[in-house]
């Protein structure tokens, strides 16, 4: 045998796959002991280098986390107070709201018997025929304004009447005086005089447009009654504007 045969030997080692994941699994779980067995000293010297009681320090996170919850629980409770608050206000202002709005339809119901009981009561209202302050209230639209004028009788016996009605805007219009006929201004007006025919009331209602411009100052309004007996009325009001209709004439 040579010298070279003696010097070189090969060495064969068996490797377990199994087993080499074992070693690296207790290697990890040993430096995971090892840093907890730190921290836990490193906070035991901590809390004796600063002179704290560990058991007192576990006590107050006890309380701590109790009083987090104790104040989580009072929002709670205080945002549902609020929440009630709101709603009660809510319905106390819709209550407010509804018995205003009854108030005012009382109001207006009162109002139409008052008109109503004048024309059939000898002494309310003047004797035979007559007609009743003109109203106008505004329109969403600027220049717009819805306008009613009622004409009337009272008697001791209602027969019908006939005739006719005329009505005119006075006002300024670049420095000039100016009457501009009603139907020329309302798109609810048809004709030059309106016809007239009731027992106990007429209502003539609608809508008037104001030229740009034109800055109104009273509305005339001529009234004629041909039949049962020749009557004429004559009227001069001055432009009042009122935030809604009465409840006269409806």
Known sequence: M???SGRYRTVVRRYHVRHHQ????ALAVLASVVLVVGFLLGRQAAFSGSGIDPK???????SLRAALAEGAELNRQVGVMVARHEVDRAALEMVRQELAEQKEQIAGLEEGVRFYRSLMTPGEIAQGFSLRAIELVP???PGRYGFRIVAQQEARKHSTLQGELYAELIGDQAGESRSIPLFELSPDVEHRVLPLRFRYFQSIEGDLVLPEGFAPQAISVVATVTAPRRAEVREHYPWQVQERFTHVGK
């Open 56 to 62: 007192q320090y576990r006590e107050q996170g006890k």
């Open 22 to 25: 074992f070693v690296v699994l």
């Open 2 to 4: 040579s010298s070279d």
């Open 139 to 141: 329109r969403d639209e």
